[in-house]
């Protein structure tokens, strides 16, 4: 190997990687008990403290020359608006990907192997998505793409929170197809528009950024979710009356919790509307370095 010059080594965040996994799980765990109660003594507790670890943590990350996560990039305000699509999405996507085959084997009484074929569609057709949107972002963009597969989504989610206690399979297979191809048709342009959007010199420390949060998301997205449906059939089921048959309480919780996901998804995508072709941005080039036009994007 080539000699090289020797790098002083960069310094250990160690502040931050104490009060991230701090922040996150508390705050996870509070969300979680909030589907039960979200006045009880352990719903407070670990939003409050998990509040502060994480109010802590953005300080200390900001103060920080080489920190665990480079927040900030958050200046950017295209990076900003971008990231937080992204999440909405992912929140969404992994919330559902949950909660369905949850319904189609606590109501449906499929198995797992016959949930499993079921779902299949989706990943086959977000595979059909990924390189249609691939091949039409150099073109058009990102905005165009996140608005029609968020759209799309968002009219599955809609079509599944009507959902009844005997539904045809057929409709569930339709919209768990329409949900695979509104997320391959959005999620590959707005992650690459992440990219494009962060200053050019952070663009090294976007990734572990956008990787982190993905993890989080994922935490948030099956705590709060799985919460707000225990919370939805709790409450149906003690206001339904003696003679009620107990299932409609359920499948009107999966209704609510599908609702919720589509008024998410819907959210999504107004702030779309908002997505523009990404700036050069003057940290990018303050050290000298030259963009990569390739990175630039649409």
């Known amino acids: 190997m080539p000699k090289s010059g020797r790098h002083e080594a960069p310094h250990l965040d160690v502040i931050g990687m104490c009060l991230a996994p701090i922040a996150f799980s508390i705050l996870a765990y509070g969300v979680s ?3 039960t109660s979200w006045s009880k003594a352990s719903t407070i507790t670990g939003l409050t403290i998990g509040g502060i670890a994480l109010i802590l943590f953005i300080f200390v990350e ?22 937080i699509l ?3 999405v992912q929140l969404v996507l992994f919330g559902t990907m949950l909660i369905v085959p949850l319904y189609l ?16 569609p989706y990943a086959l057709c977000a595979g059909i998505g990924n390189p249609i949107s691939g091949r039409l972002f150099d073109k058009i963009g990102a905005r165009p793409l996140a608005f029609a597969g968020l759209a799309v989504l968002s009219i599955s989610l809609f079509i599944l929170s009507n959902i009844s206690v005997d539904p045809s399979l057929w409709v569930i297979i ?16 707005l992650n690459t528009h992440v990219l494009n959007s ?34 939805q059939i709790t409450s149906h089921t003690a206001n339904a009356g003696a003679d009620a ?7 009107t919780g999966y209704g609510n919790t599908f609702f919720l996901s589509a008024c998410l998804t819907t959210a999504g995508v107004a702030l779309s509307l908002l997505l523009r072709k990404p700036q050069q ?17 649409h």
Not at 73 to 79: G, L, N, V, Y
Not at 174 to 189: F, K
Not at 245 to 251: E, I, T
């Open 281 to 297: 941005q003057e940290e990018g080039t303050a050290d000298g370095d030259n963009p990569d036009p390739a990175m630039m994007g």
């Open 62 to 83: 900001l103060a920080q020359k080489q920190p665990l996560l480079e927040l900030k990039a958050f200046k950017s305000s295209d990076f900003t608006r971008s990231i």
């Open 86 to 88: 992204t999440w909405i």
């Open 105 to 120: 084997q606590g109501v449906m009484h499929y198995t797992a192997l016959e949930t499993g074929w079921i779902l299949m």
């Open 33 to 35: 008990e909030g589907g």
């Open 198 to 231: 962060a200053p050019r010199r952070l663009v090294s420390r976007v990734t572990p950024l956008t990787t982190a949060a993905q993890q989080v998301v994922l935490s948030f997205a099956v705590a709060g979710l799985t919460g707000y449906l225990t919370s």
């Open 245 to 251: 048959n107990p299932l409609n309480a359920v499948v």
């Open 174 to 189: 339709l919209c768990i197809c329409t949900m695979g191809l509104g997320m391959g048709l959005s999620m590959m342009p």
